[in-house]
């Protein structure tokens, strides 16, 4: 049987899949905005933050397969299927830190900076592979462009956004939204 935290849990994160899959429409009129900003990434790494490393995870990994499905944007390969393992990253990463390091404004800034350089890394992990598979390259420079360069307006909004979003949030939310090694 589910209890109240679950629940509350299951319904933050129907919320930030919903957002994940509507965001994107908010930047769609100008595709390059879209893939500088990174909308989907937001609600992601806020229900990591707040309903742990788990649904995070998941919302992460659904989140690009339902927009391609759904939407036909972004294309299913090779860009969905490798955002689904940078976003499940992104999730489950901010979740798992949060929830494990202590209660300080820095560690907000810690769990977000090392769940976006390792989604990061696993994206281009995927794009590697998925590049192998229909023969083509995926090299250094092309990892850096899409993993940073062209990701720097959306990298500094998030630095600058999620740890405001989390810190005021963890005052108002009920004690059952707020991720302390409970999964």
């Known amino acids: 049987m ?61 989140a690009p397969l339902l927009r391609s499905f759904i939407f036909g944007v972004p294309h299913l390969m090779p860009d969905a299927v490798a955002m689904c393992f940078e976003l499940a990253v992104y999730g489950a990463m901010a979740g798992f830190l949060y929830s494990r390091l202590p209660r300080r404004r820095v560690f907000v ?30 090299g250094w420079a092309a990892f850096i462009a899409g993993a940073f360069t062209k990701a720097i307006p959306g990298i500094i909004a998030q630095i600058l956004l999620i740890p405001i979003l989390v810190i005021a949030l963890e005052k108002v939310l009920p004690d059952s939204l707020k991720n302390r090694n409970d999964y």
Do not use: D
């Open 2 to 62: 589910l209890g109240k935290a679950n629940i509350h849990k299951l319904a933050v994160s129907a919320m930030m899949l919903a957002l994940a899959l509507v965001l994107p429409f908010l930047t769609g009129q100008i595709p390059q905005v879209g893939k500088m900003l990174c909308p989907m990434h937001f609600p992601v790494l806020l229900c990591g933050f707040f309903c742990g490393p788990w649904l995070g995870g998941a919302v992460g990994f659904c």
């Open 109 to 138: 800034y810690v769990s977000l900076l090392a769940a976006m350089l390792a989604g990061r890394l696993v994206w281009g992990g995927a794009r590697v592979v998925l590049y192998g598979i229909g023969q083509s390259e995926f």
